[in-house]
């Protein structure tokens, strides 16, 4: 069965440093992969997703993902962290066919200080 | 356009009672997903539709809880006799051709 790891339950950054949210996955094919991100009281936004083709993938809001085969890992980095950044981020695994659903890491909570 | 929508935004019942939360797709989205996000278990799966196959419900938790989805569209999520444990956020989704699944603003469901 597919699984997801995100080790780091919460993470405290300053505005302007840069961020790496770590991602492990567990899937026994090709996997599908993103991060989204859920702001409170809101729903799931997508940030970026691997399917397949370059290991570095760019999202929205200066986001990006490096796919790591070797490491099965999709680690999420952003260069420059804004205070609009906090929010919880889930990494997930989807089924490469059939119904695709999507497994959830247990989110990483980002907190930003001034 | 108008992404997918679900109602109500928030719901409190008290526990025994039946409840009914709803969730409209994006136009054109063949497939549609039920997930529940509770502070004991994160986010899980709970309920597939693809266009007007039988559903995949594997990921519901108990016979308490059932969906449906009319027309290809519209979807229920109802849980019966809700228990304090089914408190949780509900969130939907829906998925064109491809992978990508687009999120509801979900509903947040407190069983007293």
């Known amino acids: 069965a597919q699984s997801v790891t995100q080790p780091d339950i919460h993470i405290t950054v300053s505005e302007g440093a840069s961020l790496e949210l770590r991602c492990n996955y567990s899937?026994?094919?090709?996997?599908?992969l993103f991060w989204y991100v859920q702001s409170p009281g809101q729903g799931l936004q997508l940030l970026l997703k691997?399917?397949?083709?370059?290991?570095l993938v760019q999202g929205i809001k200066g986001f990006e993902a490096e796919f790591k085969r070797s490491q099965s890992s999709f680690n999420l980095r952003k260069p420059s962290v804004h205070w609009s950044d906090a929010a919880e981020y889930f990494c997930?695994?989807?089924?490469?066919?059939?119904?695709?659903?999507?497994?959830f890491g247990s989110g990483t909570r980002l907190q930003v200080q001034p | 356009g108008a992404g997918v929508s679900q109602s109500p935004s928030n719901k409190v019942t008290e526990k025994g009672k039946d409840v009914e939360l709803r969730c409209d797709p994006i136009?054109?989205?063949?497939?549609l997903y039920w997930y529940r996000q509770s502070l004991g278990q994160g986010l899980e799966f709970l309920i597939y539709?693809?266009?007007?196959?039988?559903?995949?419900k594997s990921g519901l938790p108990s016979d308490r809880f059932s969906a449906e989805r009319t027309g290809g569209s519209v979807s229920t999520l109802t849980i019966q006799r809700t228990q304090q444990e089914d408190s949780a956020v509900y969130l939907c989704?829906?998925?064109?051709?491809?992978?990508?699944?687009?999120f509801g603003p979900g509903t947040r469901l407190t069983v007293l």
């Open positions: 691997y399917f397949s083709g370059d290991t």
């Open positions: 989704a829906s998925r064109p051709d491809g992978n990508e699944q687009f």
């Open positions: 997930a695994v989807g089924e490469e066919t059939g119904r695709r659903a999507l497994t």
């Open positions: 899937y026994g094919a090709t996997p599908y």
């Open positions: 539709f693809q266009g007007n196959s039988a559903p995949d």
């Open positions: 136009s054109g989205h063949t497939a």
